[in-house]
């Protein structure tokens, strides 16, 4: 696997910010160097999923899962003419990758009946997460602050430890870091530009997904409204603590990767920019 060719919205800002100071040489410099970092953290989260696939293939108590949220998958799709519909019905496809065994799992749910089920900052009670006891998870996704590098994500993560897991990793990498669901994902666009003439509902997208890959079918799920876990309550029962034991600030946006252990229920460690501790205490 190597890094996407694509451009992510860190990279396309530095390049910018390169063109435009061409005449700045200090500056110029500065951007330069600013990028080579960021695309060296890429490579690095590259390595590490690689490193950590194989650790999880050796070892039947550590347990790796890479997610993210497919392009919203609308209805209807008509691919032969131009359609002009006032409202698509949109359905959603949260992969997750189980790199230990190389199965993709989708998570799938439309909007039905639903109109505040949206991203994927709360992971779902069927999920893959529920086979898993007594392990170690390490969960590696993008590194957006909008959907997985959050209050949410972090409140869900001391939740779901509980009797659970011993311990959880997890590691926001940068928008150029290829995760195996990005591959997956492009199995079942590839399925559809060639073998998908019209998608008339959302049922019709569960039977895409389980048909797009033939060798490795995905495992798919269909998601109800009451298979979600409201953060609401998590957020009245812990408090957002944004310093750590020595009162210095943390910032979200500079973590690196973020641990929490079953021995210590409300605490979260931070690591790289600001390595940190911080508890999070019962309101
Ligand atoms: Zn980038």
Known sequence: MSPKSDTCPTCDDLNNKILATKDNEEKYQEYEV?????????????????????????????????????????????????????????????????????????????????????????LLEKSILMTFMETLLVAISDNCCGENKNWNMIFFCLWVISGRFKRIEQFPVPGDTMLPNDRDFAIVERYVRWQVQCVYSPDEWICVLQLSAKSNPFKVVQIQQSDFISTTELNLFLQRNTVNKNKESIQLRNCASMVFQESEPFTVTFYEHTAGEIQCAQK
Not at 54 to 72: C, E, G, P, R
Not at 88 to 101: D, S, V
Request: glycine share 8%; with cysteine; proline share 3%.
């Open 34 to 122: 600013e990028k080579e970092l960021h695309l060296r953290k890429a490579e690095k989260g590259q390595k590490n999923i690689q490193m950590q696939t194989v650790q999880a293939k050796n070892d039947s108590k550590y347990h790796v899962i890479t997610f993210d949220l497919q392009q919203a998958l609308p209805t209807p799709k008509i691919s032969t003419r131009p359609a002009f519909y006032k409202r698509k019905l949109w359905t959603y496809n949260l992969g997750t990758h189980n790199c230990g065994i190389g199965v993709g799992h989708s998570y799938v749910w439309n909007e039905i009946g639903e109109k505040r089920i949206r991203g994927n900052s709360k």
